[in-house]
Structure formats: C-alpha cells, structure tokens
C-alpha cells in the first residue's frame, strides 16, 4: 500500500525553524524525484522544493530560497524540507509527493503555521 506519512509541522514565530519529515511506503523511493509542496488558504497548491532519486540535485522555488533546504535519504525512505527564517507567508499545509508529476495519493500533510 502506498502511503506518504508527513510530520513536523507546527506553530511557530516569524524567524523560527521547523524540519518536516515525510516517509514514503510501497513506492520505490530511490528511483523517485520526491517534491515538498504546499497549499496556503484559497491559494493552490504550489512546489516548494525538489530533490532527484540520488540526491545530487534539488531546486528550490525562489519565495524560499536561502531559507528552505530540501534533503533526503534513501535508505530510510524520507524526505526532509528545513524551513529557516520563517515568514508569515509560509503558512500552508504542507505536502510530499512525486516531481515532476504527481503520482501519488497525497498524503494528510503537516500544518505549519507563521505567527508574525
């Protein structure tokens, strides 16, 4: 059964950190390019970050450059996104799934929360 499993999410301050983690089952994991997305109230959903199957690449969308980093490993079936210096504006439910297409059932994600 596939199953993606998102966590660490929360409140935090503007300028605080949080590490979401997102473990993936039934997929083989380390032939995907995994993507952290997001979905802020009335807005659409939206790629945050991508990283390909062996890890050597990722792209980061510009809003969260220098402040997000998307990571992975492979042996563990997780994919990790460090959010630093957070902006009220990065409030979302966030979400893992596939990149560039989406393949997968999403997930229940993980509500972070900017409190400015």
């Known amino acids: 059964q596939v199953q993606l499993v998102e966590s660490g999410g929360g409140l935090v301050q503007a300028g605080g950190s949080l590490r979401l983690s997102c473990v993936a089952s039934?997929?083989?994991?380390?032939?995907?390019?995994m993507g952290w997305y997001r979905q802020a109230p009335g807005k659409q959903r939206e790629l945050v970050a991508s990283?390909?199957?062996?890890?050597?690449?990722?792209i980061h969308a510009d809003s969260v450059k220098g402040r997000f980093t998307i990571s992975r490993d492979n042996a563990k079936n997780t994919v990790w996104l460090q959010m630093s210096s957070l902006k009220s504006e990065d409030t979302a439910v966030y979400y893992c799934?596939?990149?560039?297409?989406?393949?997968?059932?999403w997930g229940q994600g993980t509500q972070v929360t900017v409190s400015s």
């Open positions: 799934n596939t990149h560039p297409r989406v393949t997968l059932s």
């Open positions: 990283i390909v199957s062996g890890g050597g690449s990722t």
């Open positions: 039934g997929i083989s994991f380390r032939f995907n390019t």
